[in-house]
């Protein structure tokens, strides 16, 4: 009976007692342990499956996962939250720093309502993280649990706020093409009525026609506004689904450069390359392509509004375990944060001349292509914009 519970005390089943001890109550107390031992043996191995399962479960999830002791030392991890977070069985959250330096006081201090709390971290990629942190108090320690995962696109398409904006853009573009057409109706209608009548052809004065003619002229350039607003809008709301074929993406962005070239004023700017040999993926070359080809123009266009001393453009291709990133940094003048907003809403533009189609355009085929096109800083001030491919 002691070496069956200290067994038990070690989670040691192994113990088997005789069954026959010329003894009969003695007997039924070994028929007893054994069939106790094999009770114990049985939800041994049934839980033992359920925690295989529940891990398998978990590593496969696409919601980061991880948890944490007291001393801020991870316990258990799961890839996804390696993936996101870079960190590893037995790490310490001080390894987070790197997207946060208050990210490991938040992992560690005290919880605001005693169940759980979240927040909202931004890596060095431009991923924002949601961070979801519960606590399970055990009777050995308390273990924090914390979830983490990928909510930049969900925060990039807020869908309501995006339609909102864009509604605006497109009354502000049709109301600038047709205030001035309706006004000019109203105007030229006027020079040929008198008292709810037609005048009459020998009332008409040479500088009525003239103003006619130039009232007509507006009209017409108007229209062709509109109409190349219309056209505009048909290529952005009729993007063609991505035709996938391996292609080297060093040797499009050579191509792209090229035709890039041929733009006014590209021959005064330092251009500098950090490109590998090669990077054969599977993409969409003819939007890949135009992606390419907008932010360069884009970029050119940045570098030649203002009187830049040395206007300089720097394109940097990255390849890490998970994901191709493309950096476009120009040293032209720094974009205000207002802008920074609505710079990929479609057809809103600061330029004279520009449709707000491109970069619009830019981030809509990278999205059906489940990368991304995004804006920011780099560490030497400069404009840059990253294109994402996500293997």
Known sequence: MAFFLLGIENDDTSLKTPTKSGNRAI????????RL???????KIEISAQEQY??????QSATGLFSINKNGRII???????????????YHINGLTDIDKVLPDFLTNPLVNKHNQSAIFENKYGQKLLFKLSEIISQEDKIRLVAVSDITKELDNGEVDAWIKLARTLSHEIMNNIAPVTTLSQVISAYFTKENGP??????EPKTIANTIKGLKVIEERSVGLMSFVNNYRKFTK?????????????IIENNILAASTYCGFDKISLIKSLPESCVVSTDQKLFSQVIINLLKNACEALQSENIENPELTIKLIQTENAIRLEINNNGPCIPPEIKEQIFIPFYTTKDEGSGVGLSLSKQIMLKMGGDVSLSTSKENLTQFVVTINY
């Open 27 to 34: 007997d039924d107390i070994y028929f007893g342990i054994n």
């Open 76 to 90: 258990n991890i799961n890839p996804a939250a390696s993936k996101l977070t870079s960190l590893q069985d037995h």
């Open 199 to 204: 005048i009459e052809i020998s009332d008409l």
């Open 239 to 251: 993007l063609p689904a991505p035709k996938y074929a391996e292609a080297d993406l060093c040797q």
């Open 37 to 43: 031992n094999e009770l114990f043996k049985q939800t």
């Open 54 to 59: 529940f891990r398998s479960v978990i590593n």
